[in-house]
């Protein structure tokens, strides 16, 4: 059998060696059944249903993130190595004119080939990359290797794999191509933290350089990386950093946009096995980013080789209600930066459309404040569905309320919440008013207060001190440690009790 059709994609057994050489055991079955027998739209049911860490894994579709973002015209020939059962597959597939896949499991294969059978321009190549990447072609606009790399000790015959994987890939792309690829950092602060190394689950073993192990399999460090791409002559590159890890994004980073003061919350997402809890990841990531050495430490990497690509940062709201599903981008353009949000969905247009709504009624509101009030970011749909705003320099007042706790400076933080109550509670009869007006929401930049992110905002009135109780439920939630304390000042100056 050299091809089998399961709807409108294509599978290609030529290079097959007739036996699958890597398989996760009896959850492959299930997850072909449900491939088989339900739609992507009940993925997340059958995830609740079996609660288990590879249907998760597998099914999610927060796990295409880590490419969702990657801006494509619909054009593109793209490449994807390791495409397993097709975690991202299907969203390569609405993005890009042709797919083609590699994988070396034949169920895997078919599990992609199932959940993704409506589309008609997926291949997919069964068998081992070393065997089938001759016969491919040298046009790709994209290669996408998303958590790959690793592996190359174990499939690649070569004295240095990891060199060879990316030499023979490299040479697929068409000139101005770019190559993705997606890997854990082996000094991850999650590491240190006591999560268990990814792929061999014991504790510090990638911090150790794998010295107590026989796996084959090898992550890198950012050093690291770099030096095999100076000893393959690759000069062009970006470094991109997914957070909390490239499996289930929430952010991506990059060195034009790095992480900033509470932003790193989410540090305790380990769903397929225990570990320690040595420290507190967050507290740790405040004195990392004080000291400019995120890059040295995030607990992943997505590296685009080639030309450079016009996002800086990326915030995924993917878990939501399908009516409520976004992405925030930072988009560089040559007038700019802007900020655009998207719709995951088509349910999700008119909650997009909604900012526009309300940016005119909310400006109108604080209008009425003046001079020291609060201005609030313009919003311009586009015909895509995203909505656009300019990009607000400045500091949020989280930040600020951040540096004058730590600095002890209780008047700093009185005056700064004092007024944001004056500020953000103007006109609050007038109905029109964001809840969720947190303090990481406002821009500060001199005497300019500029809101932004105003998805949530609402055709009513209110009042100042429920904007305040909003705001610094979510500030406290983001550092429990700091609740007593501040409760304390609050409790004497604006009279909020626990």
Same mark, same amino acid.
Request: with cysteine; charged share 30%; net charge negative.
């Given at each position: ?313 990326? =915030?995924?709201? /993917?878990? *939501? +209600?399908?009516?409520? @599903?976004?992405? $925030? ?5 040559? &007038?700019? %930066? ?121 055709? =009513?009135?209110? /009042?100042? *001190? +429920?904007?305040?109780? @909003?705001?610094? $439920? ?5 550092? &429990?440690? %700091? ?16």
């Amino acid at each position: 059998m050299d091809n089998l059709k399961i709807g409108g994609v294509t599978l290609d057994y030529s290079k097959y060696p007739g036996e699958d050489q890597y398989c996760d055991g009896e959850v492959e079955e299930a997850l072909l059944s449900i491939a088989r027998t339900r739609a992507p739209e009940e993925f997340a049911a059958c995830i609740r249903e079996r609660k288990d860490w590879p249907t998760l894994y597998h099914l999610s579709p927060a796990r295409a993130n880590i490419i969702e973002w990657i801006p494509m015209d619909g054009t593109e020939k793209v490449l994807e190595i390791g495409a397993g059962p097709g975690a991202m597959t299907g969203v390569l597939a609405g993005k890009a004119r042709r797919v083609d896949c590699v994988d070396l499991s034949s169920r895997r294969s078919q599990i992609n080939a199932y959940r993704n059978r409506d589309r008609d321009n997926i291949l997919i190549h069964v068998g081992n990359f070393e065997d089938i990447e001759p016969s491919l072609p040298a046009d790709y606009d994209y290669i996408f290797l998303i958590g790959v790399l690793e592996y190359a000790g174990s499939y690649i015959r070569a004295e240095r794999p990891f060199h060879e994987e990316l030499r023979r890939i490299l040479s697929h792309l068409k000139p101005g191509g770019r190559l993705v690829i997606a890997i854990e950092n082996r000094l991850g602060l999650k590491y240190f933290a006591g999560a268990r190394e990814d792929h061999t689950g014991r504790y510090f073993d990638g911090i150790r350089s794998y010295e107590n192990t026989d796996s084959q399999v090898r992550t890198f460090s950012r050093s690291a990386l770099e030096g095999i791409f100076r000893e393959l002559g690759i000069a062009e590159y970006s470094f991109y950093y997914p957070y909390p890890d490239y499996k289930f994004v929430s952010s991506v980073y990059s060195d034009r946009r790095l992480p900033r003061g509470s932003e790193l919350t989410e540090n305790i997402r380990n769903f397929d096995r225990d570990r320690l809890l040595l420290f507190d990841e967050k507290e740790a990531y405040d004195g990392i980013l004080e000291d400019g050495l995120y890059p040295v430490f995030a607990n992943s990497y997505e590296v685009v080789v080639g030309p450079a690509l016009p996002v800086s940062y990326v =915030k995924y709201s /993917s878990e *939501r +209600a399908p009516q409520y @599903r976004i992405v $925030t981008r930072f988009e560089e353009l040559p &007038e700019g %930066r802007v900020v655009r949000k998207t719709p995951l969905t088509g349910e999700a247009r008119a909650h997009v459309a909604r900012m526009a709504r309300m940016a005119e009624k909310l400006s109108r509101r604080y209008e009425v404040e003046g001079e020291g009030g609060l201005s609030v970011a313009p919003c311009r749909l586009l015909e895509d569905g995203s909505a656009e705003f300019p990009y607000v320099p400045g500091r949020t007042l989280r930040t600020l309320l951040d540096e004058a706790w730590e600095q002890g400076d209780r008047d700093r933080l009185r005056s700064l919440i004092g007024e944001f109550v004056r500020r953000a509670g103007a006109g609050e009869e007038q109905p029109a008013a964001d809840p969720d007006m947190t303090f990481g929401n406002i821009i500060v930049d001199g005497d300019r207060w500029t809101a932004i992110d105003y998805e949530w905002a609402e055709e =009513k009135a209110v /009042s100042a *001190r +429920a904007l305040l109780l @909003r705001a610094l $439920t979510v500030y406290m939630a983001e550092n &429990e440690s %700091r609740k007593e304390g501040l409760l304390s000042e609050l409790s004497a100056s604006f009279g909020i009790t626990e």
